[in-house]
């Protein structure tokens, strides 16, 4: 963006590359523009590329050079998140220090066999929830952060009993009771990386983002990291979940949807223009 009109606001458009950008994700990164340009404010790019397993080069590539295609900017450089390590490893620290974690060493299995509800009802980074007896006392004494300690799955303790709440500028009001709606949360995985909502807590409150626009599959993360940024004492932003964009089977768009990605419309001669006019009723909402 060449100018900035309103430099209190501050966007940003967070895309994995662990496959292609289908039209779900141009929907929200377009909307996640539109807010940005009406308020006059910037929009930042993160690489969200921690998930090392899953992430390719050829899909950031892709995931760039579409989102150039349809037609969207952003201030460079590039935030990569795989480049921001000590910031997560710091915050991790904070949290440690302040007694709020606690380390987990309960497979996933057994978290399956003893957790009432499903995985993934909130989206790809929802969790059953986590079953109280496997969580230790409160006064138990907590191992170090050494070289050891990192490679250790650490939960966050949520304040059972405790609602939380925000206003959603797309949704409304939305509440959940810690401990009852969604439990004890990881913040960093055994493999050395911390989890979507510690990197994602940090990321969006250390670059000065002042609103999140994302998919409604996230409402439930947001509680999550509103716990985090509120424990690291920064400033909560505002948030905006857009609705998801369905099949026609009536399910929602994920990355297997490869007739539906931007590369395969590309491929087949769609022009930019013709996908955001499939966008255009959101702007009522905007």
């Keep these: 963006m060449n100018s900035v009109v309103n430099p209190s606001y501050t966007g940003r458009l967070a895309p994995s590359p662990t496959g292609y950008l289908h039209l779900g994700h141009a929907r929200t990164f377009w909307i996640a523009r539109q807010r940005a340009l009406a308020a006059g404010g910037r929009l930042l790019l993160r690489n969200d590329d921690l998930d090392a397993s899953r992430v390719r080069p050829d899909f950031v590539e892709a995931m760039l050079a579409d989102l150039r295609w349809l037609g969207l900017a952003w201030e460079d450089p590039v935030i990569t998140q795989s480049q921001r390590l000590p910031a997560y490893r710091a915050a991790l620290a904070r949290l440690h220090a302040a007694g709020l974690i606690f380390p987990c060493h309960h497979s996933r299995r057994e978290l399956a066999e003893a957790s009432v509800s499903a995985p993934h009802e909130g989206g790809e980074h ?14 138990a004494p907590l191992p170090s952060l050494d070289a050891a300690g990192l490679a250790t799955n650490w939960r966050f303790r949520v304040p059972d009993g405790e609602t939380l709440a925000f206003n959603d500028a797309r949704c409304g009001l939305q509440s959940a009771v810690a401990g009852k709606d969604f439990g004890d949360f990881l913040v960093w995985r055994k493999d050395g990386v911390p989890s979507y909502q510690l990197a994602c807590a940090v990321d969006d409150a250390e670059l000065g983002i002042t609103e999140v626009v994302r998919g409604a599959d996230l409402i439930k993360s947001t509680f999550r990291q509103l716990l985090v940024i509120r424990a690291l004492g920064h400033v909560v932003p505002a948030y905006y979940h857009c609705p998801l964009m369905l099949d026609d089977r009536g399910e929602r768009l994920a990355k297997r949807h490869d007739s539906l990605s931007l590369r395969t419309l590309r491929e087949r001669g769609t022009t930019p223009s013709e996908i955001l006019r499939q966008f255009a009723d959101e702007s009522v909402c905007l």
């Design 126 to 139: 929802d969790e059953p929830l986590y079953p109280p007896s496997f969580r230790p006392a409160p006064d």
